[in-house]
């Protein structure tokens, strides 16, 4: 089993993405267990139809859904009998407390922990004083207890501020390969002759619960197609704690939604070639979700949100 960690639009399913590859290459049986914030997934059509899939949705899997992955679990080492099974956490989680709930003493020698890696947006790690004090301490904790660190969007980083980000990282966790990319491109093989460590500190290990972070999450599923310029407004116009979107929008004159994608300011839009629910999934810190909703029911009815900042 590999535990795949880091904060919210850090590069976990590009990692899991990777991963899923080089196994389909060597031909094993693959499982993946999905967990996330929203109580609807987006990431899991990132999944290939040949891996036998667990979704866990609406809260973290290390706080209050313990119980449904040890009955998901059982199931697929009885069921599926893969050769890995693959954990993407929230982005919320605590990798420490994610490994306890995934290890039930029920099937935990069926099971070998190869390690726990944690993605880390670089430009993220160096601005983590923006954040509350409790993000600031779940992000610290996700690198402590990696057994290795896989520091993405390398290329939006100075040489200093890459030498930066490995020194305190490194810092932080000496025991941990540290290795600075882009889209989690790192040698598969590093991965594979991985040897989990085993928890550090467990008397000490913090309680970073999802409830007491300030972090939620909210769902809208957009009935109507709307404008580009006004998504793009809405955009502009969210608070700087929204730290994470996606989902398929549908921009008026398009046959297909796009697959819209937001972490830490940056934008993305993947056009589909079918049909996708309409679901966009919001994950932030301290959020007014009604004024939320309120500025999205605007938008598919063809007004623009406010600019922030901007009077009328
Ligand atoms: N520019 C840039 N974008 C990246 C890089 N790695 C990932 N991304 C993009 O960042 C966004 C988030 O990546 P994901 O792999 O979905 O991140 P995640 O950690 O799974 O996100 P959550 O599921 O929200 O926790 C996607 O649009 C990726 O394509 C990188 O190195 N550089």
Redesign the pocket.
């Known amino acids: 089993m590999y535990i795949l960690a ?1 904060f ?7 990692l899991l993405k990777r991963l899923l590859e080089d196994e389909r290459k060597n031909g094993r049986k693959v499982a993946v267990m999905m967990n996330e914030l929203g109580k609807v997934s987006i ?1 899991s059509d990132e999944v290939g139809d040949d891996v036998a899939l667990k979704e866990l949705l609406g809260g973290c899997i290390c706080c209050t859904m313990s119980g449904q992955v040890e009955a998901q679990l059982q199931g697929l080492l009885q069921l599926e009998k893969p050769d890995a099974i693959y954990v ?1 956490t ?2 919320a989680a605590h990798p420490v407390e994610v490994l306890d709930a995934v290890l039930s003493p029920l099937f935990a020698n069926m099971l070998h922990v190869k390690g726990i890696i944690s ?1 880390v947006d670089g430009k993220r790690w160096l601005d983590r004083g923006m954040m509350g004090p409790q993000l600031q301490q779940l992000l610290i904790e996700q690198v402590r207890h990696a057994d290795y660190l896989i520091v ?5 980083l100075s040489d200093s501020e890459q030498a930066e980000v490995a020194i305190s990282l490194q810092g932080l966790n000496p025991k941990a390969k540290c290795v600075l990319t ?3 491109k790192v040698p598969v093989m590093d991965l594979r002759s991985l040897s989990h460590s085993g928890p550090k500190e467990t008397s000490h290990r913090m309680h970073l619960h999802t409830s007491s972070l300030g972090l939620s999450s909210f769902v809208h599923t957009f009935k109507s197609p709307v404008k580009r310029e006004n998504f793009e407004t809405f955009l502009r116009g969210m608070p700087d704690t929204i730290y ?1 979107i ?1 989902g398929y929008v549908k921009f008026e004159g398009s046959s297909y939604p796009e697959l819209f ?1 937001f ?1 830490y300011g ?1 934008p ?1 839009y993947m056009k589909e070639d079918m049909n996708m629910p309409l679901n966009m999934v919001m994950i932030g810190e301290n959020i007014d979700w009604a004024r939320i909703a309120g500025e999205l029911r605007d938008l598919e009815a063809g007004f623009a949100s406010i600019e922030k900042g901007i009077e009328p």
């Open positions: 880091g919210l639009g850090s590069g976990k399913t590009t990431d993407e929230t982005g993605t993405n969007k390398a290329s939006d882009n889209y989690s994470r996606k994608q972490s940056m993305s």
